[in-house]
Nanobody, 122 residues
Framework: QVQLVESGGGLVQVGGSLRLSCTASGTLFRVNAMGWYRQAPGEQRELVAHITRGGSITYADSVKGRFTIHRDNAKNTVYLQMNSLKPEDTAVYYC????????????????WGQGTQVTVSS
C-alpha cells in the first residue's frame, strides 16, 4: 500500500510564503510524476503545478512567477514553494503522484494525499 503524506499548510497573511512537502511511502518501485492540486470551497479541483521525473514542469497561469515546484527523486518527495501569496490562493492543497508499484509489474497507479489547508488572509 502507498501513502502520500503532506505537510506545510497553514495560515499566512497576504504576501507571505509557505512551503508544502509531500512524501510517497510504502510499497513502491518508482515515482514517475508528482504534482499539486487545490480545491477552494464551491470550486472544482484544479492543477497548481506538476513535475515529471525528468524535470518537465507545468504551472497554472495564476501561480506562474510566484510558486515553484521541485522534487527529490531519491526521497520520493515533492515540494511547492509558495511566495507572494494572495487570498485567491486559499484552498485545500492535494498532493498527487503517479507511480509504479514494483519492479516485477509494469502497472502504474495514481495516488492522492489527504490534503492540507492553506489560508491567506488580509
Amino acid at each position: 500500500q502507498v501513502q502520500l503524506v503532506e505537510s506545510g499548510g497553514g495560515l499566512v497573511q497576504v504576501g507571505g510564503s509557505l512551503r508544502l512537502s509531500c512524501t510517497a511511502s510504502g510499497t513502491l518501485f518508482r515515482v514517475n510524476a508528482m504534482g499539486w492540486y487545490r480545491q477552494a470551497p464551491g470550486e472544482q479541483r484544479e492543477l497548481v503545478a506538476h513535475i515529471t521525473r525528468g524535470g518537465s514542469i507545468t504551472y497554472a497561469d495564476s501561480v506562474k512567477g510566484r510558486f515553484t515546484i521541485h522534487r527529490d527523486n531519491a526521497k520520493n518527495t515533492v515540494y511547492l514553494q509558495m511566495n507572494s501569496l494572495k487570498p485567491e490562493d486559499t484552498a485545500v492543497y492535494y498532493c498527487n503522484a503517479e507511480l509504479r508499484g514494483s519492479l516485477a509489474l509494469m502497472k502504474v497507479d495514481t495516488y492522492w494525499g489527504q490534503g492540507t489547508q492553506v489560508t491567506v488572509s488580509s
